[in-house]
């Protein structure tokens, strides 16, 4: 069983609809949590970054986290066609560097027009 | 440079080949780190540098798998004796210390056939 589990989807939804991504973690030793967005052929790109319980909101994404159930979530309001790509969760251990990450599977989202 | 820097974008090895893939980290980055991502999968962590010391090699998945960064800055990922497991996309990120974002490169495709 992977440390960090993630539902590949696919996931297409319609635009202007609200998307919900989700991950588990299994490691009590992972301590900051973030959200990557991979465009095809191109490298993962840092969306947001968490450390604590609760919800951090940057424009139309919000991050959660559940550390008592080890569950992350992100969620896109307002989705676009510009937000069609692989979103990847990812965490890292405290003490350890930030770019030490233990990666998703990666879910693969559509926003049809 | 503007961002990380991988070359070659692609590379085809025939089975039992040597490989080596480059690094260009934005300039002034003292940490470096490498992955492996599988077709449909996340990355997964190879190995990380601090200047030219390799602090990290607890993801290279066996000992054909070989990384250097002499002079602290350009890192090179070499792969002997290539195995088809071996196709993936090797992704390089850079930072500018321990405790900073990570910046990925676009990767380089490796099939191997």
């Known amino acids: 069983q992977k440390e960090v589990e993630q539902d590949p989807g696919p996931l297409s939804v319609p635009e202007g609809a609200i998307v919900s991504l989700n991950c588990t973690y299994s490691?009590?030793?992972?301590?900051?949590f973030m959200w990557y967005r991979q465009y095809s052929r191109k490298g993962p790109e840092l969306l947001m970054y968490?450390?604590?319980?609760g919800n951090k909101e940057d424009g139309r994404f919000t991050a959660q986290v559940d550390k008592s159930s080890k569950y992350i979530s992100l969620f896109i309001r307002d989705s676009q066609p510009s937000d069609s790509a692989t979103y990847l969760c990812?965490?890292?251990?405290?003490?350890?560097?930030?770019?030490?990450?233990?990666f998703g599977q990666g879910t693969i989202l559509t926003v049809h027009p | 440079g503007a961002g990380v820097s991988q070359s070659p974008r692609y590379k085809v090895a025939k089975r039992g080949q040597d490989v080596a893939l480059r690094c260009d980290p934005i300039?002034?980055?003292?940490?470096l780190f490498w992955y492996q991502q599988a077709l449909g999968q996340g990355p997964e962590f190879l190995t990380y540098?601090?200047?030219?010391?390799?602090?990290?090699k607890s993801g290279l998945p066996s000992d054909r798998f070989f990384a250097e960064r002499p002079e602290g800055s350009v890192s090179t990922l070499k792969i002997q004796r290539t195995q088809q497991e071996d196709s993936a996309v090797y992704l390089c990120?850079?930072?500018?210390?321990?405790?900073?974002?990570?910046?990925f490169g676009q990767g380089t495709r490796l099939t191997v056939v």
């Open positions: 990812a965490t890292r251990a405290g003490g350890t560097s930030y770019g030490k990450l233990t």
């Open positions: 990120a850079s930072s500018y210390n321990r405790g900073s974002e990570a910046f």
């Open positions: 540098f601090q200047n030219e010391a390799q602090l990290d």
């Open positions: 300039s002034g980055h003292v940490s």
């Open positions: 490691n009590s030793a992972f301590q900051y």
């Open positions: 968490t450390y604590s319980s």
